[in-house]
């Protein structure tokens, strides 16, 4: 199985556009030891032809043209099959409506984060412009499912949803229930399952269901957004928490950090990392914590083969 | 007036992240005389201190993050005071939600439009996390308005909404009715009405409105997208011919180009280009035609001053 990441970076990306922090500062000016992510998502491919992409980031474009195994190879079509959606967050799935040039796509999500896509925006009309334009497969929790490409051939690959502690996307708060479907994560099985990817970009916080998934993974992205509970608003940049934004910091003894750090019969990359945090910063004491604890910080561009 | 051009292409971007038409493959392989370029969007100031985009394009961020004047000055905010909208193409108003981080925003368009971007997509309550996070302001035809930033602050700017032949967009399609407001070309008057800038991306051809608009401009971004009206089909790209898809052809006796050629009182810059255009090649006889014209090609990165 071949992986690229593509970004890295949570939601708003790094340096993120109306944002002045020391971090966002400092990496406009090119400082040394910082470096720029987009938004994140992953590419994955168990033969090389077919890629899958883990999310769908408002990057695509540009994350599309930095990855050669992506462009494509005839005068239309790509080697994108289709993609993974794992929340209705607008960084997780705004970046499907830049694939639109009538290239037909299989598209992998629950039935609750398809309906508030589809059925809540007719954005989404522009990836229907004829029959099969895009195939939506539905994944149900701990189902594991066959990657189809769009013209319903097997990649090899498996893919199986994994719920995850998180939250509905802010733009359906108020109109849309929580549901164990609104987020989740994702475990990819090579054709021989030898090996088990993990990429579980939003966790809110620990669970007895994500324990065992990452139980079985060889190697795991996760969720690197916070380093403090209390980031934005100790920077002065928002009033609410890590965990009020569902998602798990990663410092302190509750932190997903301590417990990742235990997870090592895994290889682990940190992904979705907010242009506040620390460890963006390699100087930074929290750069060097993560990375004493056997984690990767994932950087765009990081490609590995399991 | 300062402006600059954020993006210079067509919707998809040049190269397209599909495509592999000889414009593409040679941009990727970064053959001499072609230059990438994003999706068309200029970035225009009165004052020097707040900006005002015409059409937000999905390529906002990266296109932010290269023109200084447009990163933020302190802690968090934007020099970005809002934009101006033309039609309800994704290329045209997707951008609006990589706007996101609870940055207050004034929004210009028409009624139709507004309509079926609000009301027709969830997405947008992204846009609308507190009162008056987006104020939207209607634009009518032909009536000025002051471009004002969130605060009500009146930034000099004069905006003026001139419908223009069209159509409705792809994903509304079968659902919304053809409208002379679904798509609009500006007049932008600087504070001593000197200076008139003109913003015409989608034109599906002549009209009275547009000769009488054009005549009032000292410099004038057009409809740049295809050379001839069989080019998709020609390279066996689409089935749809330019006047289909509502684009005005550059070429031929009746095309854009030769009635461009006449308006010689204005600065005449071309945008909106798409990917498959032979303009884009500096070598090509097209491009050599429309600088013999007097007729500039828009770049991404271009700066004026009216």
Redesign the interface.
Same mark, same amino acid.
């Given at each position: 199985m071949r992986v690229r990441v593509l970004g890295s970076a949570a939601g708003?990306?790094f +340096?993120?556009?109306?944002? &002045?922090?020391p971090n966002?500062r400092r990496v406009?000016a090119k400082a040394s030891g910082l470096t +720029?992510r987009s938004q994140a998502s992953l590419a994955v491919s168990g033969d090389g032809e077919h890629y899958f992409l883990l999310n769908v980031s +408002?990057?695509?474009?540009?994350q599309?043209?930095a990855a050669p195994e *992506?462009? +494509?190879?005839?005068?239309?079509?790509?080697p994108?099959s289709g993609a993974v959606i794992t929340n209705g967050d *607008?960084d997780a799935c *705004?970046g499907a !409506?830049? *694939?639109?040039?009538?290239?037909p796509l299989a598209l992998f999500t629950t039935e609750v984060i398809r309906r &508030?896509l589809v059925e809540?925006?007719?954005?989404?009309?522009?990836l229907a412009?004829f029959d099969d334009h895009v195939r939506w497969h539905t994944l149900k929790p701990h189902a594991p499912e066959p990657l189809l490409t769009p013209a319903g051939e097997d990649s090899g690959l498996r893919v199986e949803a994994i719920p995850i502690p998180g939250k509905v996307p802010?733009?359906?708060?108020g109109?849309e229930a929580e549901h164990p479907q609104q987020n989740i994560g994702v475990l990819l099985r090579s054709p021989d399952s030898q090996s088990v990817l993990g990429f579980f970009p939003s966790v809110a916080g620990p669970s007895g269901e994500l324990e065992r998934a990452i139980a079985q993974t060889t190697c795991c992205f996760f969720d690197g957004t916070f380093w403090t509970d209390d980031e934005l608003p100790a !920077? &002065?940049?928002?009033t609410r928490s890590a965990r009020e934004m569902a998602h798990w910091p990663l410092s302190g003894l509750d932190g997903s950090l301590a417990w990742l750090a235990s997870k090592s019969h895994t290889r682990r990359v940190l992904i979705h990392i907010n242009n506040t945090n620390p460890i963006l910063d390699e100087a930074s004491d929290a750069h060097q914590r993560v990375l004493a604890a056997g984690i990767e910080i994932g950087t765009d561009g990081l490609e590995l083969t399991l």
């Open positions: 708003g990306a +340096p993120q556009w109306n944002c &002045g922090c966002c406009r +720029p +408002p990057d695509i474009r540009s599309i043209e *992506l462009h +494509p190879r005839h005068a239309r079509g790509s994108i *607008l *705004l !409506l830049c *694939l639109r040039e009538s290239e &508030g809540g925006n007719t954005f989404f009309r522009t412009r802010l733009h359906l708060a109109i !920077l &002065g940049l928002a």
